[in-house]
């Protein structure tokens, strides 16, 4: 199947820095997505970007399909933006996405 | 709320008892999921199912056996688990295209 890889697995910021989070993946993708898992575990969508790029007040996500990777921007960090990254893909075959592992960001007052 | 419910949100139970995780999505989604995320490892997909049919199942052990009834809910039936069974399961729902993937609070589970 698809693997999928994030880096770096750790992040530690303090409040006002800038951070670029990376998932390369290795095979074409319909779909790519990038998700944030707050300290309670929920799971919120953060952007849809199967290719191009999408901004949403801090943050901002690039994927080029064509060499299989995908960055996220995150500008500013605040204290609330701590938490797991995750990466998702989904394969050309159907419609299960497939995660990376994740990266942790913390983020310090 | 994300417009998929999970509950309850924990659960303690016995290696000799049955209990149940439900889901319920309000979004008009035709596909659910259930994933398992175990501590230091990445989301795991368990099942799929897409219009009310099964569409995958990835090896999971028969004492998890889901349940869809109809778009809007998705059970997960446990019986005789194991302590390695703990972790959170969280329930998804989606357009069949993949689009508008949408994840529940999940229920964290803890095998004694």
């Known amino acids: 199947g698809i693997q999928v890889e994030q880096s770096p697995p750790d992040l530690i910021l303090q409040e006002g820095a800038n951070s670029t989070l990376r998932c390369n993946f290795s095979?074409?993708?319909?779909?790519l997505q990038w998700f944030h898992q707050n300290p309670w575990g929920q799971l919120i969508n953060l952007f849809y970007?199967?290719?191009g790029t999408k901004q949403n007040g801090r943050l901002s996500a690039t994927t080029v399909a064509t060499e299989r990777y995908s960055l996220l921007y995150i500008s500013s960090s605040q204290t609330t933006d701590s938490g797991v990254y995750f990466c998702?893909?989904?394969?050309?075959?159907?419609?299960?996405?497939?995660f990376g592992e994740g990266t942790q960001l913390t983020v310090n007052p | 709320e994300t417009g998929v419910t999970q509950t309850p949100r924990h659960l303690v139970m016995g290696m000799t008892n049955k209990k149940s995780l439900k889901c319920e999505q309000h979004?008009?989604?035709?596909?659910m999921y259930w994933y398992k995320q175990s501590a230091k490892k990445p989301l795991e997909l368990m099942f799929v199912?897409?219009?009310?049919?099964?569409?995958e199942n990835n090896s999971v052990p028969s004492r998890f056996s889901p349940e869809c009834p109809n778009s809007s809910h998705l059970f997960l039936h446990l019986h005789t688990l194991q302590p390695e069974d703990s972790a959170l399961y969280l329930c998804?729902?989606?357009?069949?295209?993949?689009?508008?993937?949408?994840f529940g609070s999940g229920t964290r589970l803890t095998v004694v």
């Open positions: 998804a729902s989606s357009q069949e295209t993949g689009y508008g993937y949408t």
């Open positions: 095979d074409s993708v319909n779909n």
């Open positions: 970007i199967p290719s």
């Open positions: 998702a893909v989904e394969e050309t075959s159907g419609s299960r996405l497939t």
């Open positions: 979004l008009g989604h035709n596909a």
């Open positions: 199912y897409s219009l009310e049919e099964r569409v």
